[in-house]
């Protein structure tokens, strides 16, 4: 017994290496979420085929227009496959997405992984670029906020953020382009220049795009950050300990109080990219972006139910692995997660 | 080597071991006079602390007792300046011949740490839970001493060393939560030390702790006292731990103290009758087993009022009428011993 | 215009402005109370132009204008904001148009809060699995890009006013219902509640007598709040060419239709977008000032 090979005890030790690994908090947590978010997904995909199905009129219809006759729209139908009933359609669908195969778009006939891939990086950089922003000019604001509550800069970020909060991205949008298109004529009001073609030019094209995502944005964040942050210098034992210390009112506030504050914010951050997803249809729209929301509503406006299914797919893997990769990072960043929960 | 190196060495020098400056010859350090607390609460005040007078001597210690809501708590917060904005502090407290009340938060942030220092009640939140408690202990160093990083943490560690928390060294690294209640306690206690305070306040300090971690934590709150020479005020709802480590003990009801003395005296002629309620409800061991332990009934009083009589009247068995009428004044009744009581306890009336 | 009576969406605001006033706190009672009144004022003041107006003053039609009198300038006879270029009175669009959009959050928040107020409180009080999979229903519904959804539906729907208002339905409901679930857990443990069940009162009853009136007023400041979004989403639908479809005006599709000659005449969009901003605003500052008193109680 107490003579094991060299090699066994290796074996041994990484499989209890292994086992450990298996328990450790934060992987048990992605496993049950991702266990949680397969039926989730599921669900929207059948949610999105019923809708798609009940919408009257066909695509073949749509693609030949109104004067083709009732043979053209079924030869064409039983070229695109829409002969069959819906629930095979689905099935083969659905083998098709769990082999990596999205099938043609049927207005254009291209592959719709060819679409996304055009489409998706446009969209990918302007909400990045939103979000990069807006948080950019949220933590300053809101430490300062949080710094005197009920103080002059505190109450004009509660206005602030209230504006932001109730006004429309597409108004702003327009508000935008009025003031700097057509007012003060400094920046395109429309098209995208791709990053290929320079720099400087694919960043002035996102300028008012972004700004238009991210001011909503900014608000939403400012309000949320600045509660927070006022919560826990008002309520937290650990704020007191600091201020005991005898370390000053904004190394309290960014040390102790930002440092909790950053996971909430982080949380939030995650949780609302479903929303931004919406956003980006209009923004896009607005400013003739190339983005996959532009796509989407092509496609609706198409019926092209191949293009539309993917598309929804996409967004909601983005809003579902978001939500997973926020509590990762929770997982990773936060010491209290990172290491378990030791002692009483 | 700084001469901040070494926290028990550097302090060894500013008081002989055990020999307490004598109170007659010296000045205090801290002097309260007349200290006033009151909250805003909406639309109502909340009359914290009533005219609170008490002096403190370099090396002591002294026991704050009351019931929470009695005002301990409060009136020590307001000597820190840790009170929210909605608290008026009025009164004097002096601290080492210079006024604490009225400083601003600036000049208020050299003495914080510094020259007072708090020990809290609940160790588990009173540390930043995503900070490592190293970098807890550090923050207190370098906001008062000029030392770089390396000689801010081997200060640090060797304050671990100092209150008694097991390799130090590995601690140091370590989060709040992977530590046990009583070392958490303990890491507090280090960073009060952290800047060699003059006067340390424990406020609850042990209450939040298993029996056996509260006597541990108690212990090693006296005997660094011994050692660094400080000054001690312990805040307690509990009369039996002021008997056991006290100098010098004031009973405090309704924001106002009802009595002080030192703890010999106290305990040998208690005056006040809410002390001997106190007292009696402390277990003890020559009682019958399993005889219970009488309770003081009612409620602590409403502090949105002042009341125009004894704040205790209305829970007292030897209340009368005078008791309803006047507020009985605050007084050195006895050499050494104030109370605030129209008919006090006679010597028979203590254990 | 008959489905919703003009005075209904009025009547609850005016009363909680008139519950404030009276408050016990009365030395800085009328200050705090501002924080209901000024919103619920505007808010007033918005929903009687839209619905009133157009009754007691004689405004030309929001449709059918006469090409010869397009693109007038604001301040002209007889239009005192101007056309726009088909011709059309934009002061009748606007409040034609606002009474499309409110007409159309108020069904939505309507029907949120009777099916969705429902089904959370029947989910949270059977509990179990069948709690479960209502809750991973709506849990589908919450992951999918709530536009994108109404988008979808509209488009399946065609594009018309009660369609609007079934594609928005789909974002309120599961917004609705699980407020209401967790405010009905959070009854269910309640000694009344206990009392109720050990004596035998059947489901529906201690649902209708006991837990609604319970959470209904969570429900309808939750759902007020709530308004704001829809109004947003329903103009951006109309925006998108989903949602109310031209020539009957709302403030989304007056914006989409405005902006196709947004450089030569700034104003068909602005005005639009100053209307919908001040209605947004106000429930939304309504919504939060009884929040915050609710929270505070």
């Keep these: 017994m107490s003579t094991s090979t060299p090699a066994l005890g290796a074996d041994r030790r990484v499989s209890h290496g292994l086992a450990r690994a298996l328990r450790s908090p934060s992987l048990r947590l992605i496993g049950r979420r991702l266990a949680a978010a397969i039926p989730v997904l599921w669900g929207v995909t059948l949610l999105t085929f019923l809708v798609l199905n009940i919408m009257p009129g066909s695509a073949a219809q749509q693609l030949l227009g109104a004067d083709a006759t009732p043979e053209q729209v079924r030869q064409l139908e039983a070229e695109l496959n829409l002969d069959q009933p819906a629930w095979v359609r689905y099935w083969e669908w659905l083998q098709g997405v769990v082999t990596g195969d999205l099938g043609n778009s049927i207005a254009s006939g291209q592959p719709v992984t060819t679409i996304i891939g055009q489409r998706l990086p446009v969209s990918v950089e302007l909400v990045l670029c939103a979000i990069i922003v807006s948080l950019a000019f949220t933590v300053p604001l809101a430490l300062m906020a949080a710094r005197r509550p009920n103080g002059i800069v505190d109450r004009l970020s509660m206005v602030l953020s209230m504006t932001g909060l109730s006004i429309a991205n597409y108004v702003f949008a327009l508000v935008l382009v009025v003031v700097f298109a057509v007012i003060f004529p400094v920046l395109p009001a429309i098209g995208f220049v791709p990053l290929s073609d320079g720099l400087l030019g694919n960043l002035r094209s996102l300028i008012l795009p972004a700004i238009a995502i991210g001011f909503p944005l900014f608000c939403f964040y400012t309000r949320f950050l600045r509660g927070d942050l006022v919560e826990q210098m008002r309520g937290e034992d650990y704020v007191v300990t600091a201020k005991a210390k005898g370390v000053g009112p904004w190394r309290v506030l960014i040390r102790h109080a930002f440092r909790n504050s950053l996971f909430g914010l982080l949380t939030i951050v995650g949780l609302n990219l479903g929303t931004l997803i919406g956003a980006t249809v209009i923004i896009e729209q607005i400013f003739a972006l190339p983005g996959i929301g532009q796509e989407l509503l092509q496609a609706i406006n198409n019926r092209d139910a191949v293009v539309v299914q993917a598309i929804v797919l996409l967004l909601a893997v983005v809003v579902v692995v978001a939500n997973l990769i926020t509590d990762l990072l929770y997982a990773v960043l936060d010491p209290r997660i990172r290491y378990g929960q030791r002692s009483a | ?351 | 215009m008959a489905s919703v009576p003009p005075e209904a969406p009025e009547r609850p605001m005016l009363e909680t402005a008139g519950a404030a006033a009276v408050s016990p706190r009365r030395r800085r009672g009328w200050v705090r109370s501002l924080d209901v009144a000024i919103p619920a004022g505007v808010l007033a003041l918005v929903l009687g132009a839209c619905f009133l107006w157009p009754i007691v003053a004689s405004i030309p039609p929001p449709t059918g204008g006469d090409v010869l009198e397009s693109n007038l300038p604001p301040l002209s006879p007889g239009h005192v904001l101007g056309t726009d270029p088909v011709g059309n009175d934009i002061l009748s669009r606007l409040l034609h148009g606002g009474q499309a959009s409110i007409q159309i959050a108020v069904a939505v928040q309507g029907i949120g809060l009777v099916l969705g107020g429902s089904l959370g409180a029947f989910a949270a009080y059977v509990g179990g699995i069948l709690d479960a999979v209502i809750m991973r229903c709506l849990d589908v519904l919450i992951a999918f890009p709530s536009l994108v959804l109404a988008l979808a539906i509209a488009q399946s729907l065609g594009p018309s006013k009660v369609n609007t208002i079934w594609a928005l339905t789909f974002f309120s409901i599961p917004a609705i219902a699980r407020i209401s679930r967790a405010a009905t857990l959070r009854l269910r443990e309640q000694p009344f509640m206990v009392a109720a069940r050990l004596s035998g009162t059947k489901m529906w009853r201690v649902l209708v007598r006991h837990i609604a009136p319970n959470i209904l007023p969570q429900l309808v400041t939750f759902g007020l709040l709530g308004m704001g979004i829809i109004i947003i989403l329903e103009g951006a639908l109309s925006f998108l060419g989903l949602g109310v479809p031209p020539p009957a005006p709302s403030w989304g599709n007056m914006i989409f239709i405005g902006q196709q000659s947004i450089s030569a005449y700034p104003r068909l969009v602005l005005m639009p977008c100053a209307f919908l901003f001040v209605t947004v605003l106000s429930f939304n500052l309504l919504g939060e000032a009884l929040r915050a008193r609710w929270s505070a109680q």
Aim: aromatic share 6%; net charge negative; proline share 8%.
């Design chain 2, 1 to 351: 080597m700084s001469t901040y190196g070494a926290p028990h060495s550097a302090a060894a020098s500013v008081s002989g071991d055990g020999s307490r400056p004598s109170p007659s010859t010296t000045m205090p350090l801290l002097e309260v006079r007349d200290l006033w607390v009151r909250f805003r609460q909406g639309d109502r005040q909340v009359w914290a602390v009533n005219g609170l007078s008490y002096e403190l001597f370099g090396g002591q210690t002294l026991a704050i007792i009351g019931e929470s809501g009695s005002g301990k708590t409060v009136s020590s917060r307001a000597l820190m300046g840790l009170l929210p904005e909605t608290a008026t502090v009025t009164g004097s407290a002096r601290f080492d011949g210079e006024e604490l009340l009225g400083l601003s938060d600036q000049e208020m942030r050299q003495h914080r740490g510094a020259d007072l220092a708090m020990v809290f009640q609940d160790p588990t939140r009173s540390l930043n839970p995503t900070m490592r408690v190293g970098n807890q202990i550090t923050e207190a160093i370098r906001t008062h001493l000029p030392l770089d990083r390396r000689a801010a943490r081997e200060r640090a560690i060797e304050l671990l060393r100092l209150v008694r928390l097991p390799s130090p060294r590995q601690r140091f690294f370590e989060y709040p939560h992977q530590l046990s209640g009583g070392m958490r306690q303990r890491v507090m206690i280090a960073i009060a030390l952290a800047a060699d305070p003059k006067l340390l306040i424990a406020d609850e300090a042990t209450s939040s702790l298993d029996v056996t971690t509260q006597a541990q934590i108690m212990e090693l709150l006296l005997d660094l006292q011994g050692q660094l020479g400080m000054a001690l005020i312990m805040i307690s709802h509990d009369l039996g731990l002021a008997a056991s480590f006290a100098d010098e003990v004031i009973v405090m009801y309704a924001g106002r103290a009802v009595e002080r003395a030192s703890t010999h005296q106290l305990f040998a002629h208690v005056r006040m009758p809410y002390t001997e309620a106190l007292l009696e409800a402390i277990p003890r061991i020559e009682r019958p087993s399993h005889s219970p332990l009488p309770v003081t009934p009612g409620r602590p009083p409403d502090l949105t009022t002042l009341p125009v009589g004894c704040p205790f009247e209305p829970r007292c068995s030897r209340a009368r009428d005078t008791c309803r009428e006047t507020s009985p004044p605050f007084e050195e009744q006895e050499p050494g011993h104030w109370w605030a009581c129209w008919y006090p306890c006679d010597d028979g009336g203590s254990g």
